[in-house]
């Protein structure tokens, strides 16, 4: 069967890690169609906008998409084309794996949490406006509806996936009703599974937590500002940026793609680490069905970290994102010969 697939390049490193993601895909034996679409800053050079109707259209008609980092100047310039997409698509949920990976230098070992991010409003959602020239304010809006869905889609994974823990991160000893808002609505689910411990942690001690001892969480339910944060907080603990992939679950259709952005720095000198964006594939093509083909990807990726030879320079090695796309695929067909072989 072949998959038909939105693919958005993106920015940056985003082509770079995008192609090495392609041709891992190729390897593992799924057969995909990519329907490339441009979206960001070199959309907006062609196109006149960064988020082309083209590319909305492209995604519900395929119904899942990989997406690479698009850039999103601070300040000022044109609105996210993430926070855009997520709203637009209503893709409700951001889902980021942060395990610790063999091979990987970090501070500690077996670290295994899966962070489930509101992400369609809160502060996030850029509702700002400048109330005169010294003041300037911004709407965190919470909704009953956003908040119970996000819950329950946590709630949902981790007894599907025999997880034992929910963690919800929040600040309602301050926004007694924003964060209230959520905090009930995660109650709420929590009561709807018995089997799984709930517990709620203010966010600034959450993040102390974390650091101090991962390996206490198992599924973090944060609103979409915190989610942020703690997703790249979360990174650091298994190796950084570049190895964590991500999902945007909404009910018809989902994005997947790393957690970092576009790396303008390192842009096009073949220097970006492609794990977060080919394990960013593996989860897709786990979510259309493609579990075999999913599971090579993830196990060659592995391997490659594990024997840290042909890693890029964030991981310590000498390699390029080529060529380290190159030794995941090399890594595959061993496997696959010597599958054949037995
Ligand atoms: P960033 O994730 O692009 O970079 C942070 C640091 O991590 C930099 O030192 C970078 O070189 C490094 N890094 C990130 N990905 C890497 C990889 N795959 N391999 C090796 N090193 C990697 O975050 P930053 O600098 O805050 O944002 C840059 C741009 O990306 C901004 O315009 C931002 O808005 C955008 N962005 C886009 C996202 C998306 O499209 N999903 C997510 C986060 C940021």
């Not at 209503?90 to 509101?118: C, T, W």
């Not at 869905?149 to 981790?158: D, G, M």
């Not at 915190?226 to 603990?237: P, Q, R, T, V």
Request: aromatic share 4%.
């Amino acid at each position: 069967m072949i998959h038909k697939v939105t693919l958005i390049p993106g920015d940056g490193i985003g082509p770079e890690v995008a192609e090495a993601a392609c041709a891992v895909v190729e390897a593992s034996g799924c057969q995909v169609e990519w329907e490339v679409v441009e979206a960001g800053e070199g959309a907006l050079a062609k196109y006149g906008t960064t988020l082309p109707n083209r590319v909305i259209d492209s995604i519900r008609e395929n119904g899942v998409a990989l997406k690479g980092p698009v850039t999103t100047p601070i300040g000022e310039g044109f609105r996210s084309v993430n926070v855009s997409l997520r709203q637009w698509l209503d893709l409700y949920a951001n889902v980021r794996p942060v395990a610790s990976l063999a091979g990987i230098q970090s501070r500690y070992e077996k670290v295994d949490l899966v962070i489930f991010r509101e992400n369609t409003e809160d502060l996030y959602a850029g509702i700002e406006r400048r109330v005169d020239a010294d003041t300037a304010e911004s709407i965190k809006k919470i909704t009953r509806r956003a908040s119970e869905r996000i819950a329950r889609a946590a709630f949902n994974f981790a007894r599907e996936e025999g997880r034992k823990k929910v963690t919800a991160g929040h600040k309602a000893n301050i926004m007694k009703l924003s964060d209230g808002l959520f905090l009930e609505c995660a109650r709420k689910a929590a009561a709807e599974f018995p089997e799984i411990t709930y517990e709620e942690v203010i966010v600034d001690a959450l993040c102390m937590r974390l650091v101090l001892n991962p390996l206490d969480f198992d599924v973090l339910l944060l609103p979409n500002l915190y989610g942020d944060i703690l997703s790249d907080l979360c990174a650091g603990l298994v190796g950084g940026l570049g190895v964590v992939p991500g999902a945007n679950l909404g009910d018809k259709v989902a994005v997947f793609e790393p957690v970092h952005g576009s790396a303008p720095q390192i842009a096009g000198r073949d220097l970006a680490n492609p794990t977060a964006m080919i394990l960013s594939a593996a989860m897709l093509l786990r979510h259309i069905g493609e579990t075999e083909a999913a599971g090579r990807i993830e196990e060659g990726t592995r391997a490659v970290l594990a024997a840290g030879i042909a890693v890029t320079p964030d991981l310590g090695g000498k390699t390029g994102t080529r060529g380290m796309a190159a030794a995941i695929i090399a890594e595959m067909e061993r496997s696959l010969a010597h599958a054949g072989a037995r």
